[in-house]
Structure formats: C-alpha cells, structure tokens
T-cell receptor, first 117, second 116 residues
C-alpha cells in the first residue's frame, strides 16, 4: 500500500512551452502533497506545499506564476511549469501525506525528469 | 545556518561490514522529527527510519538503526551487514514540529558505495 505515482517519468520540452506533471496517490487519500526539485548531485529542495481544495504555499524564492500547482482532489496534485527554460531542467519529486495512519510518513513518487531544450 | 548537515559526501564500505553515516541538525524547537531516506540511481526516495525528538530509545528498522544523541544534535544512521544493494545516496531530513504538514528539510546527502 501507500503508492504514489508520477506522470510522466521523464519529459523533454522546448524552451517557452509549458509542461504538466501529475502526482497521484494510488491507494490512499492525501490532503497534503509536497513538490520538491532536485538538481543533479544536489539535495531535494521543497518548492511548495499543496493542500486539497486550497491554494498552494510556496517556499521563498519559488515563482508561483511559473510553477502552478493544483490539488484538485484528494488523490491528485499537478505541477505545471509554465514557459519553461533550460534552467528549469531538473528532477521533480512529489510526496503525499495520508489523511490517516502514522503521522510522520510521507510517501514519495518516483520523480519526473524534465529537460528543457 | 544549515539546518541539516551531512559532512560525508561519499563513503565506502565492504560488503557485510557496518557503516555509519553522519547527520547533525540545528533547531530550537523541542518537537521535531528526524528521517533517513535512501535514493538509488533510479531516483525514488525510499523511507528508511524515523526518530521523534521525544523518543527515548534509538529507532531501529531491520539492518538500519539511528544513533540519536539529542544533546549533541546528531542523528547518525548505522547500516549493519552492508549489501551491494545498499549502494545509493542517503539523505538525512528534519521536520520541525510534529504535525503531518510540517515540511521536510534535507541535508546534502552521502553517497554510499558498497564493494565486494
């Protein structure tokens, strides 16, 4: 149980286009999801916290108009990178918190590798 | 100041030996949680072990144990009987507060390589 999926697993897009990444909790409901970004050989940096039915909370330095987050249901959050540029190329990982169960468990998705050409 | 510090960018260990990965943290909160995650080359984050700030005993999960020294603010991961499959990046993380929605802050990671 407690599986989180991400789609796509990798994507290549041209500079200036937008790309949407989906994060789904497959067998549990997640009121809260987190979006992280990881540059090569670096650590995970939290971008935003996504709560179902409300606006996402963005970390300092993360452009909310560039990284649009929508948590429309208890099992789905999406991250849209708008007008992508090569510097947005990164590994994007989501995690989800179940509404019940062990309070500290955050379940991570397998990640999405974005390359902007 | 760094909230989570992992001073070992890389570690080598021979198969079947034990290895300790260091992690120190900085917080003024009384309530916090400490985590270790494994990230293989495929990229997924695998939860290994958790230690709450009020837990009096060191956490253990199979071959993983967390050496929690609260006064020194350290939370080292000990892997016993290393296996080749343990080769991966290991991240220490902290959550300030004990609420579900409190964010995780990650260290810079340690790359562990297990050799035969």
């Amino acid at each position: 149980g407690a599986v989180v999926s991400q789609h796509p697993s990798w994507v290549i897009c041209k500079s200036g286009t937008s790309v949407k990444i989906e994060c789904r909790s497959l067998d549990f409901q997640a009121t809260t999801m987190f979006w992280y970004r990881q540059f090569p050989k670096q650590s995970l940096m939290l971008m935003a916290t996504s709560n179902e039915g409300s606006k996402a909370t963005y970390e300092q330095g993360v452009e909310k108009d560039k990284f649009l987050i929508n948590h429309a249901s208890l099992t789905l959050s999406t991250l849209t990178v708008t007008s992508a540029h090569p510097e947005d190329s990164s590994f994007y990982i989501c995690s989800a918190l179940p509404g019940t169960g062990i309070s500290y468990e955050q379940y991570f998705g397998p990640g999405t590798r974005l390359t902007v050409t | 100041a760094q909230k989570i510090t992992q001073t070992q960018p890389g570690m080598f260990v021979q198969e079947k030996e034990a290895v300790t990965l260091d992690c120190t943290y900085d917080t003024s909160d009384q309530s916090y949680g400490l985590f270790w995650y494994k990230q293989p080359s495929s990229g997924e984050m695998i939860f290994l072990i958790y230690q709450g700030s009020y837990d009096e005993q060191n956490a253990t999960e199979g071959r993983y144990s967390l050496n929690f020294q609260k006064a020194r603010k350290s939370a080292n991961l000990v892997i016993s009987a290393s296996q080749l499959g343990d080769s991966a990046m290991y991240f220490c993380a902290m959550r300030e507060g004990l609420g579900n929605t409190d964010k995780l802050i990650f260290g810079t990671g340690t790359r562990l390589q297990v050799f035969p």
